[in-house]
């Protein structure tokens, strides 16, 4: 499969579009744009700038960002957790899962550093069902 196939396998791959949250099967070893192109969500990669998308690593932790460069803005922020508990529940992720926004573009298959931390979700009282 490759590396990249591989990364893509070890996460799950989330979005929010229309103001739904939509998670991947677990094991998709696609990008997000396949993803959304198989669904028929988008006609082209400027599309992308319109959902918010991310995953959950291995570890359990959340990754969430916008656009074509993987950015992160107030808009995005306030959308994205006005759908975390729902998030953390489906997915059954720990109180202790860190919350990141934004990734700085790295080499292909290799995890990207977030461009701002969080913190986790019990500390952001999204603890019911805990």
Same mark, same amino acid.
């Given at each position: 499969?490759?590396?990249?196939?591989?990364?893509?396998? $070890?996460?799950?791959?989330?979005? #929010?579009? +229309?103001?739904?949250? *939509?998670?991947?099967?677990?094991?998709?070893?696609?990008?997000?744009?396949?993803?959304?192109?198989?669904?028929?969500? #988008?006609? +082209?990669?400027?599309?992308?700038?319109?959902? #918010?998308?991310? @995953?959950?690593?291995?570890?359990?932790?959340?990754? *969430?960002?916008?656009?074509?460069?993987?950015?992160? +803005?107030?808009?995005?922020?306030?959308? *994205?957790?006005?759908?975390?508990?729902?998030?953390?529940?489906?997915?059954?992720?720990?109180?202790?899962?860190?919350?990141?926004? $934004?990734? @700085?573009?790295?080499? %292909?298959?290799?995890?990207?550093?977030?461009?701002?931390? *969080?913190? %986790?979700?019990? %500390?952001?009282? #999204?603890?019911?069902?805990?």
């Amino acid at each position: 499969m490759g590396r990249v196939g591989d990364y893509h396998k $070890g996460r799950r791959m989330f979005c #929010i579009r +229309n103001g739904k949250l *939509f998670i991947a099967r677990p094991n998709s070893p696609y990008s997000h744009i396949d993803w959304f192109r198989k669904r028929a969500w #988008i006609k +082209n990669a400027n599309s992308m700038n319109e959902i #918010i998308r991310g @995953f959950v690593d291995k570890k359990g932790d959340i990754y *969430f960002y916008v656009g074509k460069d993987f950015g992160i +803005n107030k808009k995005a922020e306030k959308e *994205f957790f006005e759908h975390l508990e729902e998030l953390a529940k489906r997915l059954r992720l720990g109180p202790n899962a860190r919350i990141y926004g $934004g990734m @700085f573009r790295q080499r %292909l298959g290799n995890q990207w550093s977030p461009k701002k931390r *969080f913190g %986790l979700v019990k %500390l952001l009282k #999204i603890t019911s069902g805990f």
